[in-house]
């Protein structure tokens, strides 16, 4: 049985109709999928939404610091420890440094941003320029802890004996430690301003609470930057004239071993101390066992 001549009729009408236009997407729709496609680590495709994003939402500042999370992501993903960096990697830096200059524009009160923007012109050594970027945080944030820290490693002098600076570091470190009692780096840092000072009590106070927070001698076993704990406190007790004291952190990490670098030190510093207590054949044999680790360190750099 033929169909009837309505519904021929009818089909063909709808085959020679002009195709409909799809729905313009919107703002919403380029969110979504550049967050899918920043989940499978298409970080191109998402900046390049994230763009289409903010193209039809000029002022939304979340959608730069989406696109900025993109970008964080791509370098991270692509991260290269060979200098220097590339054209690619050098162009996605200056276009964070324009979407953090546009969040801030539009929203002036975001502390993060104005932090994240110092973290990045610290990371690309533009560290006179971080500073204003840390006051700003702190002021629209007085319990930024972080700010603090970062803004206190900056008040180094070449010399290093500013008094004024100091001060002004330990301060900070003071605040950063206030807003968050548990900060290891926090307590490093205010150790080593302390040390600068003289206050070689207050140094070794700090640096034990940096160990306690960073999880002690178990730790040291395994991390070799908090091996260094121990060297550095033992340093603050050879200046007090603590020398036994000095002589049983360095112990530690000759026990442990946990990496060469570290080893060596201990080794040099003890034999340092062991001399200054005129105890030369001590002094002697660490200082054979830091020549021999150096020898070793140099044949392994070299292969």
């Known amino acids: 049985m033929k169909p009837p001549f309505h519904f021929c009729l009818a089909l063909l009408l709808a085959l020679l109709a002009p195709a409909r236009p799809l729905a313009a997407q919107t703002a919403k729709d380029y969110d979504t999928s550049s967050k899918a496609k920043l989940a499978r680590n298409d970080f191109d495709g998402a ?30 993903f692509d991260d290269d420890e060979d200098v220097p960096p590339s054209d690619a990697k050098l162009e996605i830096i200056g276009a964070l440094f324009a979407d953090y200059d546009k ?17 990045l012109k610290l990371g690309n050594k533009y560290e006179d320029a971080a500073i204003p ?29 500013d008094k004024h600076e100091i001060d002004l570091a330990i ?21 080593g301003k302390k040390q600068d000072k003289g206050d070689f009590d207050g140094a070794i106070s700090d640096f034990s609470r940096a160990m306690t927070l960073k999880g002690g ?20 007790k050879k200046a007090k004239g603590d020398l036994d ?59």
């Open 47 to 76: 900046i390049a939404d994230l763009g289409k994003r903010i193209a039809l939402e000029p002022a939304n500042a979340t959608a730069y610091l989406d696109r900025i999370h993109a970008a964080k992501a791509k370098l991270d």
């Open 103 to 119: 969040v801030i524009a539009l929203d002036p009160k975001n502390a993060t941003a104005w932090f994240e923007r110092a973290m």
């Open 217 to 236: 001698e178990e730790s040291a076993k395994r991390d070799e930057d908090i091996a260094y704990l121990w060297i550095e406190r033992g340093k603050a």
């Open 171 to 191: 301060a900070d470190l003071d605040k950063a430690i206030a807003s968050k009692p548990d900060y290891a780096h926090a307590y490093r840092a205010r150790a």
């Open 133 to 161: 970027d840390l006051d700003a945080a702190i002021t629209l944030k007085p319990d930024y802890a972080e700010a603090y820290y970062h803004r206190a490693l900056l008040r180094d002098t070449p010399e290093g004996d």
């Open 245 to 303: 004291g000095a002589i049983a952190d360095f112990a530690v990490i000759i026990k442990f071993k946990p990496e060469v670098d570290v080893t060596h030190d201990a080794y040099e510093e003890r034999s340092l101390v062991r001399r200054l207590k005129h105890d030369e054949a001590g002094a002697d044999a660490d200082f054979a066992q830091a020549t021999a680790l150096h020898s070793f360190r140099m044949d392994d750099l070299s292969d």
